[in-house]
């Protein structure tokens, strides 16, 4: 199978163009000559066939784009993860299963217990970082689309300030807790919105906060499953049962 690259760029059949810079160089990296086979994609939905071009220095790869080809790997659902951060290399970890796993976008909350602490440049460093992981994953798994990481925000301010439309829900070990395997089997909703706390969880005034805020408590059985493994199962749930 030809490396796939993601170019956040317009794609045009026939058309030369020399790659960003980021992108040369992971052609640079696999040790790719002049006439070697890509794939190209933007995010827009389906793929490009390519060609490379030429090669000059270490940064500049050029490359004819050939037909584009059509690729529908994308879930039914559309799933937005709103995650209070696990700590260290976890959430690049959990960034890159979920991208393998579908997910549309990903919204990273700073939460009562969270360990992890970002604000400022170093939050932005983050997210570009996080953004960086998401890409390499999407190109891997042979996704067209690219999930979204947005810019780390505080939960409560996150919870005010969202608009109406996803079916939410938040991952919760209350008693009054649905299965999400049922309600995923039977809800006929395109948009969902999952809610998930950090270590140890989201607190009791948090999950007060996101149920006044219309989220549905929704359980994945009776097993406490780490910050970076609920978030998953979840997503697998929805993409099994879609």
Same mark, same amino acid.
């Given at each position: ?7 956040? +760029?317009? =794609? ?5 163009? *020399?790659?960003? $810079? *980021?992108?040369?160089? #992971?052609?640079?990296? =696999? ?10 994609? @933007? ?6 066939? /390519? ?9 500049? !790869? /050029? ?8 690729? %529908? ?14 700590? @260290?290399?976890?959430? *690049? +970890?959990?960034?890159?299963?979920? $991208?393998? =796993? ?26 570009? #970082? ?20 947005? &810019?780390?925000? @505080? ?13 939410? #829900? ?13 309600? /995923? ?5 395109? *948009? ?17 906060? &996101?149920?006044?805020? %219309? ?13 970076? $493994? /609920?978030?998953?199962?979840?997503? !697998? ?6």
């Amino acid at each position: 199978m030809p490396p796939r690259l993601y170019l956040d +760029a317009p =794609l045009r059949e026939g058309e030369n163009i *020399d790659l960003p $810079t *980021d992108v040369a160089r #992971h052609v640079q990296v =696999l040790r790719l000559q002049p006439g070697a086979p890509l794939t190209l994609f @933007n995010g827009q939905g389906g793929e490009w066939a /390519a060609e490379v071009l030429r090669m000059s220095g270490r940064q500049q !790869v /050029a490359v004819r784009i050939g037909s584009p080809q059509p690729a %529908s790997r994308e879930l039914t659902r559309r799933v937005t993860l709103a995650l209070g951060m696990p700590a @260290n290399e976890r959430m *690049d +970890a959990l960034v890159e299963k979920a $991208t393998e =796993l579908g997910v549309s976008a990903i919204q990273p909350l700073q939460c009562a217990r969270s360990v992890l602490k970002l604000s400022g440049e170093r939050a932005e460093r983050r997210q570009a #970082h996080w953004q960086a992981v998401a890409v390499a994953a999407a190109e891997q798994s042979g996704r067209t689309q690219v999930p979204q990481v947005a &810019a780390v925000r @505080n939960l409560a301010d996150w919870l005010g300030r969202l608009e109406a439309g996803a079916a939410r #829900h938040v991952l919760s070990l209350a008693d009054d807790a649905v299965p999400l395997a049922g309600l /995923a089997a039977t809800s006929a909703a395109e *948009d969902w919105l999952m809610l998930s706390g950090p270590e140890g969880g989201l607190d009791d005034a948090e999950e007060a906060l &996101a149920r006044q805020r %219309s989220f549905a408590p929704v359980s994945l059985g009776p097993r406490v499953l780490r910050a970076d $493994t /609920a978030p998953l199962a979840a997503l !697998v749930l929805l993409g099994a049962l879609a």
